[in-house]
T-cell receptor, first 109, second 114 residues
């Protein structure tokens, strides 16, 4: 079956760095997305990786290893507004998104 | 700004009373999706349209129907809502082409069935 695993909850300190891991098993693979979702709001797009390696976008970076079925989202210089759920989603061979349940990130002052 | 708009933002409906949620987009995207998301769970795809081609997920209950009268609009009809249908309903679009910008989501409709 198809499956996405990511931690349920993480806590970090304002100004620090946090890495949110995601492992995936899908029928075929056409890329991996990270979305940010604040409570009660829609997901917003953060990143898309289809090739191995690190993609950097400001304070956020995303890494992919296709051979390991593994990705992580790295958040630097954490701000209180980064408190949200972070959803990992993989695109399968039919271009359907397979979603993880999300990682709730709690930022403490 | 080009965007995906969902109405209403909040909806309360009685058990068994039909309800319709709407989604419109100004992005001219070919593909529109409806997701159901329950608290602390992953979004669950209900169906999607590629242009006028309708694709129903195998485990989407018959109680859920959808219409896409034109490129800009898509509707989700719940014929007889049950208490278990209380959830956030998310509409999303994609161009059907390169995925580097991901899917664009509307703000969602939070449906409560009482």
């Amino acid at each position: 079956g198809q499956n996405i695993d990511q931690p349920t909850e993480m806590t970090a300190t304002e100004g620090a760095i946090v890495q949110i891991n995601c492992t995936y098993q899908t029928s075929g693979f056409n890329g991996l997305f990270w979305y940010q979702q604040h409570a009660g709001e829609a997901p917003t797009f953060l990143s898309y990786n289809v090739l191995d390696g690190l993609e950097e976008k400001g304070r956020f970076s995303s890494f992919l290893s296709r051979s390991k079925g593994y990705s992580y989202l790295l958040l630097k210089e954490l701000q209180m507004k980064d408190s949200a759920s972070y959803l990992c989603a993989a695109l399968d061979s039919n271009y359907q998104l397979i979603w993880g349940a999300g990682t709730k990130l709690i930022i403490k002052p | 700004d080009a965007m995906v708009i969902q109405n209403p933002r909040y909806q309360v409906t009685q058990f068994g009373k039909p309800v319709t949620l709407s989604c419109s987009q100004t992005l001219n995207h070919n593909v529109m999706y409806w997701y159901q998301q329950k608290s602390s769970q992953a979004p669950k795809l209900l169906f999607h349209y590629y242009d006028k081609d309708f694709n129903n997920e195998a485990d989407t209950p018959d109680n859920f129907q959808s219409r896409r009268p034109n490129t800009s609009f898509c509707f989700l009809d719940i014929r007889s809502p049950g208490l278990g249908d209380t959830a956030m309903y998310l509409c999303a679009t994609s161009s059907g082409g390169p995925l580097t910008d991901g899917y664009t989501f509307g703000s969602g409709t939070r449906l409560t069935v009482v």
